[in-house]
C-alpha cells in the first residue's frame, strides 16, 4: 500500500522558516519524480517544486530563491526547506510521487500539511 506522509507544517510569521518533510512507503522511492504541491480553497493545485530521480530540481517562480527540495533516497524521504516565508504562501502542501512503468502512470498523494503565514 502506497503511503506519503507528510510532516512539518504549522503557524509562522512572515520572514519566517518552516521544513516540511515527506516519507514514503510502497514504492520504488528513488525511481519516482517527487514533487510538492499547494493549494488553497477556491483554487487550483499548484506545483510548488519537484525533483527528479536524478536530483534536477525545479521550482515555481514564486519560490524561487526561497524555498529548497531535497530528497534521501536511502530513508524515502523528501524535504522542503521554506524560508523568508509570505502570507501568500499559506495553503495547504501535499507530497506528490509519479514515476511511468511500462506505459502506464503511477501518481500518488499524500494527506497534506497546512502552513499559515501570519503577517
Known amino acids: 500500500q502506497v503511503q506519503l506522509v507528510e510532516s512539518g507544517g504549522g503557524l509562522v510569521q512572515a520572514g519566517g522558516s518552516l521544513r516540511l518533510s515527506c516519507r514514503a512507503s510502497?514504492?520504488?522511492?528513488?525511481?519516482?519524480?517527487m514533487g510538492w504541491y499547494r493549494q488553497v480553497p477556491g483554487k487550483q493545485r499548484e506545483l510548488v517544486a519537484d525533483?527528479?530521480?536524478?536530483?534536477?530540481?525545479n521550482y515555481a517562480e514564486s519560490v524561487k530563491g526561497r524555498f529548497t527540495i531535497s530528497r534521501d533516497n536511502a530513508k524515502n524521504t523528501m524535504n522542503l526547506q521554506m524560508n523568508s516565508l509570505k502570507p501568500e504562501d499559506t495553503a495547504r502542501y501535499y507530497c506528490?510521487?509519479?514515476?511511468?512503468?511500462?506505459?502506464?502512470?503511477?501518481?500518488?498523494w499524500g494527506q497534506g500539511t497546512q502552513v499559515t503565514v501570519s503577517s
Open positions: 525533483i527528479t530521480v536524478s536530483g534536477v530540481t
Open positions: 506528490n510521487s509519479r514515476t511511468r512503468i511500462a506505459d502506464l502512470d503511477y501518481n500518488n
Open positions: 510502497g514504492i520504488m522511492f528513488s525511481r519516482n519524480i
